[in-house]
Nanobody, 121 residues
Framework: QVQLVESGGGLVQVGDSLRLSCGAS????????MSWFRQAPGKEREFVAV???????TYADGVRGRFTISRDDAKNTLHLQMDSLESEDTATYYC???????????????WGQGTQVTVSS
C-alpha cells in the first residue's frame, strides 16, 4: 500500500517562494512516477509537474520556469519548489503516484491528502 503525506503549504505573498514536500512509503519513488496536481475552489484538479523514474521532468505551461520537481531517494521524499508565486497558484496541492507517466488525474493510482497554498496579493 502506497502512502503519501504532503507538507509545506501555507500563506505567502505574490512573488514569494514555497517548498512543498511529500513523504512516501518505502520504495514508492523507485517504482512509481511521482507528480504534483492542484485544485482551486470550483475548478477541476489539474496537472502541475511529473518526475520520471530516471529523473525526467515535465511541467504544466503555467508553472514551467517557476516550479521545480525533485526527489530525495534517501528520505523517500518528493519536493515541489515554487518560486515567483502568483495569486493564480492558490490551490490545494496533491502529491500523486502512478505506474505510468501521465498528466491526467484519472490515471493516478495514489493520492496524498493535499496541502493548501494561498498566495495573497
Amino acid at each position: 500500500q502506497v502512502q503519501l503525506v504532503e507538507s509545506g503549504g501555507g500563506l505567502v505573498q505574490v512573488g514569494d517562494s514555497l517548498r512543498l514536500s511529500c513523504g512516501a512509503s518505502e520504495r514508492t519513488m523507485s517504482a512509481y512516477y511521482m507528480s504534483w496536481f492542484r485544485q482551486a475552489p470550483g475548478k477541476e484538479r489539474e496537472f502541475v509537474a511529473v518526475l520520471g523514474l530516471t529523473g525526467g521532468q515535465t511541467y504544466a505551461d503555467g508553472v514551467r520556469g517557476r516550479f521545480t520537481i525533485s526527489r530525495d531517494d534517501a528520505k523517500n521524499t518528493l519536493h515541489l519548489q515554487m518560486d515567483s508565486l502568483e495569486s493564480e497558484d492558490t490551490a490545494t496541492y496533491y502529491c500523486a503516484a502512478s505506474k505510468t507517466w501521465t498528466v491526467r488525474s484519472k490515471d493516478i493510482e495514489y493520492w496524498g491528502q493535499g496541502t493548501q497554498v494561498t498566495v495573497s496579493s
